[in-house]
């Protein structure tokens, strides 16, 4: 079914914008359908490479937290194993024994020990991670009250309005009923006192985020388990924590190491985390570990002959590339503990950097500065006439710069930001050059005698433009 973004175009009706013309010899060839005759692996190619030099460049893309470079040798290794598939252990049984090696590693930076007995795998980005911790919470409350598959009661999964899109994919998919613990104004994390009061017999677990989309805190892991136990020892729900640790997973082991939000917390179950943000390695890879192999239902583990051999799986997806997994552990190989933590920590610094000097503009308020994971954000002190932070954006763009500005989530939405990434990628002369970038453009903002449309939209009365903005945030 084709996405209603991209509707079928009739080539009638856009003859100019239907075709590609190729100067070699004048070909002309269709954009949405199969050309009928091959073409020459290097027209190929420069179609291809010409209309993508019309996308952002990656390294200016402040908006993502995603691994915009690698050195050459991981680029190398990467083209070398895009073949193998990670899924036929049997054929490639060196990539399986290299992926059982990261789950190693990160479960030992996760603080699991040999004698927890840990089990995990890779999976294509952390939203799938996270839809294996689900489904195992899941299982196991099932398991834990002896429900049938098709039992008529409805779980349940607390987690803070801040979470990330995959979770309600989650519980639509699978038709567990969520609930959000909305933000508070000056609080932006999860209220562990509010979660608590929203769990009952149906709760299958409560999912603390490390590295909040919205804002980049870190949620209080420890405070939330230690309340959890009084609470579990109360009401003998045992209900467990799943942590989705997608960038901060791969931060504080390395540049806040005294923080407890992982296995030493005893009602951390699970922990899902991207390889491609903080973990160093271009999209898309993801880890799921959970602390003990009786966190994840057998039932979950499917052995399937496959190309020869028999072998376990949890995934849920089936064939993908494995170069992601192997430069993820080159990327262990490469820069060790050390290297990791001399890599975070200069993100950190630049953020920090960054985000004080933000601080020092007239109109902007800090809202974090980048101590838990290199990611920043701001607001207005006051709602300017004739400009918004969405327009800042919009100037920012002229340079290069995608640096997003989008509204909070339920219970906060009048509250408009604009937020940072900071990447291993990102220099301190950088840093001045989009410095220097918004005073240019504050100053052509502040010279505006007419309220722009933005600026239009964000005075409106609340229920009209409350839309608008979230539909932004949403694009």
């Known amino acids: ?34 050309p009928a005759k091959p073409m020459s692996a290097g027209s190929a190619y420069q179609i291809v490479h010409d209309e993508c030099m019309l996308d952002g460049n990656a390294r200016l893309n402040l ?44 479960a030992d930076l996760w603080n699991s020990h040999s004698e927890n007995d840990s089990i995990g795998c890779s ?42 899109v995959v979770w309600e994919k989650f519980c639509k998919y699978w038709d567990v009923e969520m609930r959000e613990v909305p933000m508070e104004e000056g609080n932006y ?9 929203m769990c009952d ?15 980049g805190q870190y949620d209080d892991v420890k405070q939330l388990n230690d309340k959890l136990d009084v609470f579990n020892k109360k009401t003998g729900f045992d209900i467990p924590i799943h942590v989705d640790a997608a960038s901060g997973g791969f931060v504080a082991p390395f540049i806040q190491p005294k923080l407890e939000w992982d296995f030493r917390l005893k009602w951390v179950h699970s922990i899902s985390a991207s390889g491609h943000k903080y973990g160093l390695v271009y999209p898309g890879v993801g880890w799921v570990v959970w602390k003990n192999e009786k966190y994840l239902p057998e039932d979950l583990v499917f052995y399937v002959d496959y190309l020869g051999g028999q ?13 992601q997994v192997l430069a993820q552990y080159y990327q262990f ?35 974090t500065d980048g101590s838990d994971i290199p990611v920043f954000c701001w607001t207005l002190k006051e709602m300017q006439k004739n400009w918004t932070l969405y327009d800042l954006a919009d100037r920012l763009l002229m340079n ?71 539909e932004r945030f949403h694009h």
């Not at 973004?5 to 954009?31: C, L, Q, R, T, W």
């Not at 999860?190 to 009061?197: G, I, P, S």
Request: glycine share 4%; hydrophobic share 35%.
């Open 1 to 34: 079914m084709l996405h209603l973004k991209y509707k079928h175009s009739s080539s009638k009706k856009n003859s100019n914008n239907s075709k590609i013309i190729v100067k070699d010899g004048g070909i002309e060839i269709p954009k949405y359908k199969i």
């Open 63 to 106: 908006a993502t937290f995603v691994t915009t470079h690698m050195e050459p040798e991981a680029q190398k290794l990467m083209a070398e194993t895009m073949d193998k598939n990670m899924i036929d252990k049997s054929e490639y049984p060196q990539t399986a024994e290299i992926e059982k090696r990261c789950v190693n590693i990160i």
């Open 123 to 164: 999976t294509i980005g952390s939203s799938e991670a996270c839809m294996l911790g689900g489904i195992a919470l899941k299982w196991r409350w099932r398991e834990k009250h002896k429900l049938p598959v098709n039992t008529n009661r409805i779980p349940n999964l607390v987690l803070s309005s801040g979470l990330q």
């Open 189 to 197: 994390k999860l209220d562990v006192d509010k979660a608590l009061e």
């Open 201 to 215: 017999e149906n709760t299958i677990g409560i999912v603390p985020i490390l590295g909040i989309t919205y804002t």
């Open 311 to 323: 072998m376990p799986t949890m995934a849920i997806n089936f064939s993908r590339p494995g170069n």
């Open 333 to 367: 190989l490469r820069l060790g503990f050390d290297g990791y933590r001399q890599v975070q920590q200069y993100s950190q610094d630049v953020a920090k950097y960054l985000s004080s000097k933000i601080s020092e503009i007239d109109e902007f308020k800090l809202v």
């Open 400 to 470: 290069g710069w995608q640096v997003p500005a989008y509204a909070m989530p339920e219970n906060v939405t009048d509250m408009v930001v604009q937020r940072i990434v900071v990447k291993k990628d990102m220099s301190f002369d950088m840093a001045d050059m989009l410095l220097g970038n918004i005073i240019e453009h504050l100053e052509y903002l502040r010279s505006l005698s007419e309220p722009t449309p933005s600026a239009i939209e964000a005075h409106k009365p609340r229920d009209e433009n409350s839309k608008v903005q979230e």
